[in-house]
């Protein structure tokens, strides 16, 4: 093994795989491994200069000799190798002689070390399995590779982030995840470690991790390089700022964000729209936000309002600021193929590629290809008929959905993008996707730029995206899900999360089992960072027609407003919308600390708890920002529960208003229209 030092990154070469560790922000350090002439450049998630430290770089001389020698013997068997360090403050990477990294904190203890099983690895293994930690294997008949990284598992490490997956577990040690974008699955590569660690695996290919008890394990399907960032800290918000500060954070939510959003699927027409909006302003309800969903437009691709349906959009507009709310307009990435825009975007090759096949992405409501957010160009393309058609009318808020893409099949080896092969790169469309329209709203004069997206790849936050769970079902089931889910995406950097309150699928608003539902799920929404009622609602009405100028429709399910669902379901709705209005200036001091330094809105008890032991065993229970502490009903039929309250702080119940010392578990109360929360020592919270 060759170590030299470059100024303050520590080079490593062993024939031809050359290492690179040097430092990447506050006690952080960045990895990067080639078996090329010279080493990939892309950035990827590590997109913001990291701030400059002084890292401390050694390279010693060691005398080495294999164990089984003895005596006399031994001294004439020692030989001299050289093994290196790289310090970045609370960090410390070791490279020892045959070329194994280890990491250490300042206080001398193993944070993660990568797994060999090898003969050559003499300080510790003698295993003649032939199982190296680092595998850059050639794909025989291309310039790329197939890449393996393996760490050593520990028994007593948690493991949380990684994104949104749709399961019940918190933790994610001892699972399997697909580091790929699907609907409802959002891979945002970045773990918290108990141990003291964070680790963002800085690849967009398509690949997976397993966390497992004998090792972990992560895979990229087709890379150039290896590139990691790792990050030391004693607790988890530190962790998080230092990840937040080299690749962002989000814009500073506008104040439409934090109040209630009205959607459904979907408002078929202007009128109906703005009868929506009358009648919740006639109530004296509070609305922030209403969206127009999908097929609004004349084709997919078009990017602009049917004439037929939104005879006067600027009127509308209008007539929404004056009612005191925003319009959200659902853009599709999605080029028809009969669309106005197909054919200049094809020739200016701004549509996904294909390695094999047609060149059609989906066959529903039409044969469309996705438009290739990872060229610029596209990008810009794109964004020039939104402002055209939306943004200079006044609707200043999007909805990109679709944003994974939704391929029909999703089989990533036959498409390819602008930044390179899906199997590569494919991870950052939702990342681009966000990105097309925050550079136009930015170019705009926007600063507090806000747009939901339904996915999202590390370092999306920094381009206003709000990330929505998808299209999930209506179930307590996977109400539970969603918890995890919005906890562990926080943790992975992305703090505007939101789902389709009552879920997505299904939802039958006459059935008093889903009112059930319905009312845990709002209550609970109150306390996540977006308020939002969304969700199909069928069945749907009948079409009045099937095709307009060749053009296939979509119906509209059910109504979804708070109104919907009989007078005893709106009282309790009624009441929650009020308590989000109440919460309001709570809120904007959440997204301002989200903003400057990256805190998840919605935490974990061990957050905010590091030191209480119990606060990482607890998996029902939350933080809503630094204050409030939510423990939501997300079973059928459940009246009563029990909360912990943590250890170090005096809680006050929301309900009754009684006082609690820290470090107990006590009994609540919580009837249908009673979601517990507690305020934490002497918060100022309007309740």
């Known amino acids: 093994m060759i170590f030299k030092q470059d100024d303050q990154r520590l080079i490593c070469k062993r024939g031809e795989s050359v290492l690179f560790i040097e430092p990447w922000g506050v006690n952080s350090l960045?990895?990067?491994?080639?078996?090329?002439?010279?080493?990939?450049?892309?950035?990827?998630?590590?997109?913001?200069?990291?701030?400059?430290?002084?890292?401390?770089?050694?390279?010693?001389?060691?005398?080495?000799?294999?164990?089984?020698?003895?005596?006399?013997?031994?001294?004439?068997?020692?030989?001299?190798?050289?093994?290196?360090?790289?310090?970045?403050?609370?960090?410390?990477?070791?490279?020892?002689?045959?070329?194994?990294?280890?990491?250490?904190?300042?206080?001398?203890?193993?944070?993660?070390?990568?797994?060999?099983?090898?003969?050559?690895?003499?300080?510790?293994?003698?295993?003649?399995?032939?199982?190296?930690?680092?595998?850059?294997?050639?794909?025989?008949?291309?310039?790329?590779?197939?890449?393996?990284?393996?760490?050593?598992?520990?028994?007593?490490?948690?493991?949380?982030?990684?994104?949104?997956?749709?399961?019940?577990?918190?933790?994610?040690?001892?699972?399997?995840?697909?580091?790929?974008?699907?609907?409802?699955?959002?891979?945002?590569?970045?773990?918290?470690?108990?141990?003291?660690?964070?680790?963002?695996?800085?690849?967009?290919?398509?690949?997976?991790?397993?966390?497992?008890?004998?090792?972990?394990?992560?895979?990229?399907?087709s890379t150039k390089k290896m590139d990691y960032f790792i990050t030391a800290a004693d607790t988890p918000s530190e962790i998080v700022k230092q990840y937040a500060a080299v690749t962002g954070t989000v814009p500073m939510m506008p104040e439409y964000g934090m109040g209630f959003w009205q959607c459904k699927l979907r408002y078929r027409n202007q009128d109906e729209l703005l009868n929506v909006v009358r009648e919740h302003k006639r109530r004296g309800l509070p609305m922030d936000v209403i969206v127009i969903d999908f097929f609004h437009w004349t084709r997919q691709g078009d990017f602009k309002f049917d004439p037929k349906d939104w005879q006067d959009p600027d009127a509308m507009i209008a007539e929404l600021k004056e009612m005191g709310v925003e319009l959200m307009v659902s853009v599709w990435p999605t080029i028809d193929s009969n669309s106005e825009n197909r054919g200049p975007m094809a020739e200016e090759g701004y549509l996904l590629k294909f390695d094999r096949g047609v060149g059609i992405n989906m066959n529903w409501m039409g044969e469309t290809a996705f438009f290739d957010a990872t060229h610029p160009g596209a990008r810009d393309y794109v964004w020039q008929r939104c402002k055209e058609n939306y943004y200079d009318k006044g609707v200043h808020i999007f909805w990109l959905d679709e944003a994974e893409p939704e391929f029909g099949p999703y089989d990533f080896d036959i498409y390819r993008y602008h930044a390179g092969p899906a199997m590569q790169v494919g991870n950052i469309y939702p990342a681009m996707y966000a990105k097309a329209f925050f550079d136009g709203m930015k170019a705009e004069g926007q600063d507090e730029v806000l747009n939901l997206v339904r996915c999202a790849w590390a370092g999306s936050q920094r381009y206003g995206a709000l990330v929505w769970s998808g299209d999930v079902y209506s179930s307590f089931r996977t109400l539970r899900e969603q918890l995890q889910a919005g906890l562990n995406i926080g943790m992975a950097g992305i703090p505007w999360w939101t789902t389709d309150i009552g879920g997505f699928i299904g939802g039958d608003i006459h059935d008093e089992k889903f009112h059930e539902l319905l009312i845990r799920w709002f209550e609970w929404a109150v306390f996540c960072p977006v308020f939002r009622l969304h969700g199909e609602r069928p069945p749907f009405h009948p079409l009045e027609e099937e095709f307009r100028d060749g053009v296939r429709q979509f119906s509209s399910g059910q109504d979804n407003e708070v109104w919907s669902f009989g007078e005893e379901v709106y009282e309790v709705l009624k009441k929650y919308l009020f308590l989000r209005e109440r919460l309001r200036p709570y809120i904007r001091e959440c997204m301002k600390e989200a903003h400057e330094v990256g805190s998840p809105v919605m935490r974990t008890l061990f957050y905010e708890f590091p030191n209480d032991k119990k606060c990482w065993e607890i998996t029902d229970e939350y933080f809503f920002g630094a204050d409030i502490l939510v423990a939501p009903i997300m079973e059928e039929g459940i009246r009563e529960r029990n909360v912990y309250l943590p250890e170090g702080a005096k809680w006050t119940c929301a309900t009754t208003k009684t006082v609690y010392d820290g470090g107990q578990v006590i009994k609540v109360e919580a009837p249908l229209d009673v979601i517990p929360f507690f305020v934490r020592d002497d918060a100022k919270i309007d309740l």
């Open 30 to 221: 960045r990895v990067r491994m080639t078996n090329e002439a010279n080493m990939d450049t892309n950035d990827w998630a590590l997109t913001i200069d990291p701030i400059k430290t002084q890292s401390k770089i050694e390279i010693k001389e060691i005398e080495v000799v294999e164990p089984w020698y003895k005596g006399e013997e031994r001294e004439k068997q020692k030989k001299n190798f050289k093994e290196a360090y790289i310090t970045n403050g609370n960090i410390t990477a070791k490279v020892n002689f045959e070329g194994w990294l280890s990491f250490y904190n300042s206080k001398g203890e193993v944070l993660l070390e990568e797994y060999w099983r090898n003969r050559e690895r003499i300080d510790r293994y003698a295993v003649p399995i032939n199982v190296v930690a680092r595998e850059l294997k050639a794909i025989p008949g291309t310039s790329d590779y197939r890449l393996v990284m393996r760490f050593e598992a520990y028994e007593d490490e948690k493991i949380y982030g990684m994104g949104q997956y749709q399961e019940g577990n918190l933790d994610k040690k001892g699972a399997t995840l697909e580091l790929a974008q699907r609907n409802t699955q959002a891979s945002v590569p970045f773990m918290v470690s108990s141990r003291g660690y964070g680790f963002l695996w800085n690849n967009p290919a398509i690949g997976n991790v397993t966390f497992g008890t004998n090792k972990t394990e992560w895979r990229a399907e």
